[in-house]
Every structure is written in C-alpha cells, then in structure tokens.
C-alpha cells in the first residue's frame, strides 16, 4: 500500500515538473548561427554540448557556409544573427559600407606547431615557392578573405608576382580532390582537412603562411551586425558569455577524446586523424594590434583604399 502511495505521488512530482521542463525549453531564445565546419568553430560547439548557452537561455540554430565572405551577406540579409567569418571579410565588408561588428575572437595563431593552415602542393610538382606559382593555379574557399590575403601575401614574399597567379575558389572539403586531380597547382588549406590531405602520400608542404608571416595573426571572428547588436544586447553578451566558456573548456580539454568527439560529430573528421595533430588554443579576446597588421597588408594588397576606424568594428565585447 505504502509502494503505491508512494509511485502515485512520484508519478504527480512528474507531472508537476514535466511542463516546468517545458516551458524552459519553449522559453529559449533561439540565435541562427552561420558556421564553416572546421576544427576553429569547437568551441562554439562545445559550449552547446555542454550547455552553456542553453544555461543562458539560448538555443543555437547552426547552418554551415563555405567561409565568411559567403556568411556575412546572409547575415547582412537577415538570414543569420551571427556569422563565423574571419577579419578580412570583416574589414571589407565594413569598407562597402555594411554594418558588420565584431563581437568575438575566433581564431588566433600563436604557435608554429600547432598551426595546422598550410599551403600543399603535390609532391613531384616541382613548387616550392610563390615565384614558382606564377602561371599556375592556387585554390582558396573564396576570394577576396584571410586565407585568399595570405596566400597573396606568402606569393609575394616568396618572390612571386600575385598578379600573376589565378586564385581559384575551391570549397574545403574539395581541395585535395583538386589537387591530386591536377585542377589546381596549390592549395591553402584548414584543419580538418589539411589534415587529412597531409597524412597521405603524394602531398607535401610549402608553407604555413599565417604563422611564417604574421605570428600571432587573428584570423577568425564572431560577428553580427550594428543593428542586431542595437536591438539584443542582452543576446549578444549571452552568445559571447557562453562562447568564451566553451572556450575555457576547449583549452582545459585540447588532448581529450570529449573534444575530438565533437569535433567529429559535426566535421565528419575521423577521430584517429584528429588524435594525430595538436590543436591550437582557442583566443579569449581580439588582438587590435594584429588586427591592424592584417589592415596593413589589405591595404598594400588593394583590398582596402585606407585604413579603417576599428573602433567601429570591434565591439568591446571582443576585447
């Protein structure tokens, strides 16, 4: 008797608290998140498996893009609240008059070893430099970014003439087809796909231009618009609180099978390939000094016709 008094009363506990539950869960604000599938968005994902930002009242809705020069116009548009792009995109896109704010690092290079962006070329292709790319193709995700920026500048500073190299946008997950299919001469290419390329024979290492260049560069970023930030402060300090824990976790767990589980739950990347490489610590704030050096080289570059007012860009929730 005493059993049965008991279960019913749990089963009315039940009651009470399912649509508690519930009403949590409907509660959530939901924040549209436009990602590239590389290992540099981990954190984000770890702050989303671990609950972070639900502890906050947010649920993140991803959808995955080619690189931040296709992310930020959907951004701009409307479809997204955030995007996952990288200074450049930023930069021109303040340039073109877009309101674009930087509200989070994304990806910050500060160790050779652990840099895992490097220019590939097949092995018996005889390159070894930007002067020996000139009438040949070099495969970026898309024009006009970081990556196609430091593939210039590593041309030039190996003693080519950039005007002279066709830059051919190749999506990530595409690039070593291309290469071993000779569509292409070199590639600059991320993790976890750089990875995978650089573990099999017939593909070696030119370069690693974000490091050889400019070491310490800030190279990703979490941006939103002027608007958005105007209309939900209050979503914004929760997306970049829950993100900098993600990022706390992802540096306290860099070597653990917790992060290469995510890492390959929304990469498709091999756990046995990840496990190979070290990975780069996550940044906890933006670096305007090397924000400023990568403005330099836009500039030379004629990506950019002066230098811009970074006040204007990088929120102060990135600093």
Do not use: C
């Not at 436009?34 to 502890?55: C, K, L, T």
């Not at 080519?160 to 590639?187: C, H």
């Not at 024979?201 to 939103?224: K, M, R």
């Not at 929760?238 to 390959?264: H, M, P, Q």
């Amino acid at each position: 008797m005493r059993k049965t008094i008991l279960s019913a009363g749990l089963a009315l506990m039940g009651l009470m608290i399912l649509p508690h539950l519930s009403a949590s869960a409907a509660e959530l604000e939901k924040v549209r998140v436009s990602i590239i599938p590389i290992n540099d968005v981990a954190p984000m994902f770890a702050a989303i498996q671990n609950g972070y930002f639900r502890e906050l009242g947010l649920e993140i809705d991803t959808t995955p893009s080619t690189g931040g020069a296709t992310g930020i116009p959907g951004l701009v548009g409307g479809s997204f609240d955030i995007a996952y792009g990288n200074v450049v995109s930023a930069l021109l896109a303040s340039q073109q008059g877009l309101d674009v704010r930087v509200i989070a690092p994304g990806t910050k290079l500060t160790d050779k070893d652990t840099d895992t962006t490097p220019v590939l070329a097949l092995s018996d292709s005889g390159i070894k430099t930007g002067k020996d790319l000139e009438g040949k193709t070099f495969a970026v995700n898309t024009r006009n970014n970081v990556i196609w920026l430091y593939a210039r500048t590593w041309v030039k500073a190996t003693g080519g003439d950039p005007g002279k190299v066709t830059f051919k946008e190749v999506p990530f997950p595409q690039v070593e087809d291309a290469l071993r299919q000779k569509r292409v001469d070199a590639a600059f290419l991320v993790a976890p796909f750089s990875i995978i390329a650089m573990q099999k024979p017939g593909i070696s290492v030119l370069a690693h231009p974000y490091t050889e260049l400019q070491l310490g560069v800030d190279v990703g970023q979490w941006i939103t618009t002027g608007k958005l930030l105007a209309e939900k402060p209050e979503t914004m300090k929760k997306f970049v609180a829950g993100l900098r824990k993600g990022a706390e976790w992802y540096n306290a767990n860099r070597s653990s099978d917790a992060l290469i589980s995510i890492i390959t739950g929304y990469s498709k990347t091999d756990a046995s390939i990840l496990k190979s490489i070290a990975l780069p610590a996550a940044p906890l704030k933006s670096d305007l000094d090397q924000i400023k050096r990568t403005m330099d080289l836009m500039v030379d570059s004629k990506l950019l016709s002066k230098p811009l007012d970074l006040s204007k860009i990088i929120d102060p929730l990135a600093l």
